[in-house]
Structure formats: structure tokens, C-alpha cells
């Protein structure tokens, strides 16, 4: 049998007021189709974190899960250290 593997993404933490939940948000450039100007187009994703270790502005790495709640299939996995 091979290992399952899961989407493995990366993104910043925007709100932390639910209970186990965070808010994170994708954001990727991309360029108009027709005219070529790019622009920023943002995704968020809520995430399980059982022990609220992400705080609002870290850059966390969360991974795909069964369905956890209406809207929450995805599952905390590390925060990412700040580069200096």
C-alpha cells in the first residue's frame, strides 16, 4: 500500500478568534489574460490548530485532511521560522 500524501501549503495567519481554528490567507501574483497586468489574488483557508499555536502575521505550513467542520479541511502542521 502506498502513503497517502496530502497538499502541503503555506500561508499567513489573519485571525486567530475561533476556538481551534485560525484564518490563513494564499496570496499568488498573477497576470490579466488579456492585458498582461499582474495583480494579487488571495485565497483563505481555515485550519485546525487545536493548541492555538499560530498567532496573527506568522507564516504557518497546514495540510489537507478529512473534513473536519462545515468549512474546515485543513489540519496545522509547523510555523515556519522567520528568515533573518
Same mark, same amino acid.
Not at 13 to 25: D, E, I, N
Not at 67 to 83: A, F, H, M, N
Given at each position: 500500500?502506498?502513503?497517502?500524501? &496530502?497538499?502541503?501549503?503555506?500561508?499567513?495567519?489573519?485571525?486567530?478568534?475561533?476556538?481551534?481554528?485560525?484564518?490563513?490567507?494564499?496570496?499568488?501574483?498573477?497576470? &490579466?489574460?488579456?492585458?498582461?497586468?499582474?495583480?494579487?489574488?488571495?485565497?483563505?483557508?481555515?485550519? &485546525?490548530?487545536?493548541?492555538?499555536?499560530?498567532?496573527?502575521?506568522?507564516?504557518?505550513e497546514f495540510?489537507?485532511?478529512?473534513?473536519?467542520?462545515?468549512?474546515?479541511?485543513?489540519?496545522?502542521?509547523?510555523?515556519?521560522?522567520?528568515?533573518?
Open positions: 500500500m502506498t502513503p497517502r500524501t &496530502h497538499r502541503l501549503l503555506q500561508g499567513t495567519v489573519v485571525s486567530t478568534k475561533m476556538q481551534k481554528t485560525a484564518v490563513v490567507r494564499i496570496d499568488r501574483r498573477v497576470a &490579466h489574460p488579456k492585458y498582461g497586468k499582474m495583480f494579487t489574488v488571495s485565497k483563505k483557508f481555515k485550519i &485546525h490548530d487545536p493548541d492555538a499555536k499560530a498567532r496573527v502575521g506568522d507564516l504557518v495540510e489537507e485532511c478529512r473534513p473536519l467542520s462545515k468549512d474546515k479541511r485543513w489540519r496545522y502542521v509547523r510555523t515556519v521560522p522567520k528568515r533573518s
